[in-house]
């Protein structure tokens, strides 16, 4: 039964009993006959009132019933019209099925709006975990690099620096604090050079050296590499923004390629030099030989001499760098064979007679009788040996002695260089064989490359397997000793 | 009368090729190995030019130099400085400081050395000088 007639019959008996009473000339005769009109009137009323009530519930029930259902049913079966439509509704419920289908239409709206949101959380959170693990890693190999990194904003805040920054520069940028660029003290270079580079409006990148001290104050020098930082996206592109950018200063520790820059230029300057000492003598000496100022044969036969034993001292400076040179790269070939290191000591005397007949130091050789058997490259001991001997007399004052000596020690042969000269103090006994190490006073005294004796113990140690050493004593001498691992002995 | 010249070198061929030029020419000829020798020969016998090398042992160049313009008896005594090296000094501090006349850079020709002695006992004094080269 519908609701509206319903209620349209039970006002119609309710107003008709009404009517009744208040007028009763319409109504049938006697309060008994209009009370019962009045009272089946009400009862009517009620009743029709009753049903549509029990109707009105029972629709609504059903509707709770759908919706409950379509609560239970999975967000993505929402959208499915044929599982929706699978859940009964009485056909006399006809009335909610529209809203309850619209009800479902928003419901799968939201559903599938929930579902983008919670699959875009997702991929938000793993982004952030990724880009978390990525700076956490950063952070790490930036605190963990040798080379000073410090970073400013475009405020000219220090915005980061890594561990050997702040130990460099003396400088603190936990957390939040962010101390002004300003505040570096000692490093005025370094503030100017990522000042400028911040105020830059194009990006830019320079470089520079500059010295700092470091912790024990000591001078280091770094190459400073300068470069503008990418804007911040979270400032505001406002007119109070400030001109420029961030930057960020990589400090590379450049101390060693300074002192091997110092050490080369020096050897080169004491290389030329040494080369131009023989090559002086021998231009002079052409020159007064072309010029015809020679007039005897004798002094012709002298001049011929020096240009001769001064293109010796020539060849063999050049032969003890380039030999250096090899040895260090690794690129030498050792040609090894048994020879009697009696001979050998005895050619490297005949090299340098001459040489120390002319600074007027006696040049002895006191051998062993017995044959002394070496395994060794010739040519390179014998380079040691003339090289001892030329340092002996070097540093001999004229009237002075050197004295070549070789004997046999158990299973080893030895050569002993020693001279009357200058003599050296216990430090330079220890420092003599390094390269380039070239003792104090005789800096002054005698030129050379400090190249000499580095290669005596090249050839000796790493080449020969012996070892060498020196006493001495400043002003009474010193004794080059060479041991050397002997062949078989055999009475010579 | 013939001239005196002191040789300063402690390469001993040097010394004894430039002696042995000079001496042809007639002058009267000192030989020092070093600054200080040649300082010592000053003292005994003033010559009438030095000339000298710039690294020996004792006395450097600079230094005898140094002593022969503070000694009031050898100050006007023209020096030439023949080196092997460069200068950090450049040629107008060595003649302001040391009263260097000339530097010449070895390797030298020793008829060269000899044109400029002669100029310098001649009174020229814009005598060439080649400390670009001596600088290499």
Same mark, same amino acid.
């Given at each position: 039964?519908?609701?509206?007639?319903?209620?349209?019959?039970?006002?119609?008996?309710?107003?008709?009993?009404?009517?009744?009473?208040?007028?009763?000339?319409? &109504?049938?005769?006697?309060?008994?006959?209009?009370? +019962?009109?009045?009272?089946?009137?009400?009862?009517?009323?009620?009743?029709?009132?009753?049903?549509?009530?029990?109707?009105?519930?029972? @629709?609504? @029930?059903?509707?709770?019933?759908?919706?409950?259902?379509?609560?239970?049913?999975?967000?993505?079966?929402?959208?499915?019209?044929?599982?929706?439509?699978?859940?009964?509704?009485?056909?006399?419920?006809?009335?909610?099925?529209?809203?309850?289908?619209?009800?479902?239409?928003?419901? &799968?709206?939201?559903?599938?709006?929930?579902?983008?949101?919670?699959?875009?959380?997702? &991929?938000?959170?793993?982004?952030? =975990?990724? #880009?978390?693990?990525?700076?956490?890693?950063?952070?790490?190999?930036?605190?963990?690099?040798?080379?000073?990194?410090? +970073?400013?904003?475009?405020?000219?805040?220090?915005?980061?620096?890594?561990?050997?920054?702040?130990?460099?520069?003396?400088?603190?940028?936990?957390?939040?604090?962010?101390?002004?660029?300003?505040?570096?003290?000692?490093?005025?270079?370094?503030?100017?050079?990522?000042?400028?580079?911040?105020?830059?409006?194009?990006?830019?990148?320079?470089? &520079?050296?500059?010295?700092?001290?470091?912790?024990?104050?000591?001078?280091?020098?770094?190459?400073?590499?300068?470069?503008?930082?990418?804007?911040?996206?979270?400032?505001?592109?406002?007119?109070?923004?400030?001109?420029?950018?961030? +930057?960020?200063?990589?400090?590379?520790?450049?101390?060693?390629?300074?002192?091997?820059?110092?050490?080369?230029?020096?050897?080169?300057?004491?290389?030329?030099?040494?080369?131009?000492?023989?090559?002086?003598? #021998?231009?002079?000496?052409?020159?007064?030989?072309?010029?015809?100022?020679?007039?005897?044969?004798?002094? =012709?036969?002298?001049?011929?001499?020096?240009?001769?034993? @001064?293109?010796?001292?020539?060849?063999?400076? #050049?032969?003890?760098?380039?030999?250096?040179?090899? #040895?260090?790269?690794?690129?030498?070939?050792?040609?090894?064979?048994?020879?009697?290191?009696?001979?050998?000591?005895?050619?490297?005397?005949?090299?340098?007679?001459?040489?120390?007949?002319?600074?007027?130091?006696?040049?002895?050789?006191?051998?062993?009788?017995?044959?002394?058997?070496?395994?060794?490259?010739?040519?390179?001991?014998? @380079?040691?040996?003339?090289?001892?001997?030329?340092?002996?007399?070097?540093?001999?004052?004229?009237?002075?002695?050197?004295?070549?000596?070789?004997?046999?020690?158990?299973?080893?042969?030895?050569?002993?260089?020693?001279?009357?000269?200058?003599?050296?103090?216990?430090?330079?006994?220890?420092?003599?064989?390094?390269?380039?190490?070239?003792?104090?006073?005789?800096?002054?005294?005698?030129?050379?490359?400090?190249?000499?004796?580095?290669?005596?113990?090249?050839?000796?140690?790493?080449?020969?397997?012996?070892?060498?050493?020196?006493?001495?004593?400043?002003?009474?001498?010193?004794?080059?000793?060479?041991?050397?691992?002997?062949?078989?002995?055999?009475?010579? | 009368?013939?001239?005196?010249?002191?040789?300063?070198?402690?390469?001993?061929?040097?010394?004894?090729?430039?002696?042995?030029?000079?001496?042809?020419?007639?002058?009267?000829?000192?030989?020092?190995?070093?600054?200080?020798?040649?300082?010592?020969?000053?003292?005994?016998?003033?010559?009438?030019?030095?000339?000298?090398?710039?690294?020996?042992?004792?006395?450097?160049?600079?230094?005898?130099?140094?002593?022969?313009?503070?000694?009031?008896?050898?100050?006007?005594?023209?020096?030439?400085?023949?080196?092997?090296?460069?200068?950090?000094?450049?040629?107008?501090?060595?003649?302001?400081?040391?009263?260097?006349?000339?530097?010449?850079?070895?390797?030298?020709?020793?008829?060269?050395?000899?044109?400029?002695?002669?100029?310098?006992?001649?009174?020229?004094?814009?005598?060439?000088?080649?400390?670009?080269?001596?600088?290499?």
């Amino acid at each position: 039964m519908q609701f509206a007639p319903t209620a349209v019959l039970a006002v119609l008996c309710a107003a008709l009993g009404l009517a009744w009473v208040v007028e009763p000339s319409i &109504a049938p005769d006697g309060w008994c006959g209009r009370l +019962a009109v009045l009272i089946g009137g009400l009862l009517v009323g009620l009743l029709a009132i009753r049903i549509v009530t029990v109707q009105v519930s029972k @629709q609504a @029930q059903a509707a709770r019933r759908y919706i409950d259902s379509l609560c239970e049913l999975e967000p993505h079966a929402l959208h499915d019209d044929e599982s929706s439509n699978a859940i009964p509704l009485r056909k006399e419920d006809h009335v909610w099925r529209e809203l309850c289908q619209r009800v479902r239409r928003r419901l &799968a709206e939201f559903a599938s709006r929930a579902e983008d949101l919670e699959m875009t959380r997702a &991929a938000g959170e793993v982004r952030v =975990r990724r #880009i978390v693990a990525d700076r956490d890693r950063l952070r790490e190999i930036l605190a963990g690099l040798v080379d000073p990194v410090i +970073a400013v904003d475009q405020f000219g805040e220090i915005v980061l620096a890594n561990a050997s920054a702040e130990r460099l520069l003396d400088v603190k940028t936990s957390g939040d604090e962010h101390p002004a660029l300003e505040q570096l003290k000692h490093c005025e270079q370094l503030v100017s050079l990522l000042g400028e580079t911040r105020r830059r409006r194009a990006a830019t990148q320079r470089s &520079a050296e500059v010295a700092l001290a470091d912790d024990d104050g000591k001078p280091h020098w770094y190459r400073v590499t300068c470069r503008t930082l990418a804007d911040d996206d979270e400032q505001p592109a406002g007119g109070d923004r400030p001109a420029g950018h961030g +930057a960020v200063a990589v400090l590379t520790d450049i101390t060693g390629q300074k002192v091997i820059q110092k050490r080369n230029a020096e050897f080169v300057s004491s290389v030329s030099h040494e080369m131009k000492t023989p090559l002086s003598s #021998i231009r002079a000496y052409v020159e007064l030989l072309v010029d015809g100022e020679a007039e005897d044969e004798a002094t =012709r036969e002298e001049f011929l001499g020096v240009i001769n034993s @001064q293109a010796d001292r020539l060849q063999r400076l #050049i032969d003890n760098m380039l030999n250096l040179a090899r #040895i260090e790269a690794g690129v030498v070939t050792v040609n090894k064979s048994a020879l009697s290191l009696n001979e050998l000591l005895g050619e490297a005397v005949d090299v340098m007679q001459p040489a120390a007949e002319e600074k007027k130091v006696t040049l002895a050789a006191e051998f062993s009788p017995l044959y002394l058997g070496v395994l060794a490259d010739r040519d390179m001991l014998l @380079q040691a040996a003339i090289n001892l001997l030329s340092n002996a007399v070097k540093y001999t004052k004229p009237g002075g002695s050197v004295t070549l000596r070789s004997r046999l020690s158990d299973q080893e042969v030895i050569f002993e260089v020693e001279d009357t000269g200058v003599g050296l103090s216990s430090e330079d006994c220890q420092r003599v064989f390094e390269r380039f190490y070239r003792v104090k006073k005789d800096s002054e005294m005698a030129s050379g490359t400090g190249l000499g004796l580095a290669l005596v113990k090249h050839i000796v140690e790493d080449v020969h397997g012996g070892r060498i050493e020196v006493a001495s004593e400043p002003g009474r001498g010193s004794t080059f000793r060479v041991n050397l691992p002997g062949l078989a002995q055999l009475n010579a | 009368m013939s001239k005196r010249i002191l040789l300063c070198d402690d390469e001993l061929h040097i010394l004894r090729a430039a002696e042995f030029k000079f001496k042809r020419a007639g002058y009267e000829v000192d030989c020092a190995g070093d600054g200080q020798d040649g300082w010592e020969h000053i003292q005994r016998q003033r010559p009438d030019i030095v000339v000298t090398d710039c690294q020996m042992p004792r006395l450097s160049g600079l230094g005898l130099a140094e002593r022969i313009r503070q000694t009031p008896a050898t100050a006007d005594l023209p020096i030439i400085m023949l080196s092997a090296k460069g200068f950090e000094l450049s040629l107008d501090q060595l003649r302001a400081q040391y009263g260097i006349r000339c530097l010449m850079a070895k390797p030298f020709s020793p008829r060269e050395l000899f044109a400029r002695v002669e100029a310098v006992l001649a009174g020229q004094e814009a005598v060439k000088c080649e400390l670009a080269d001596a600088r290499s």
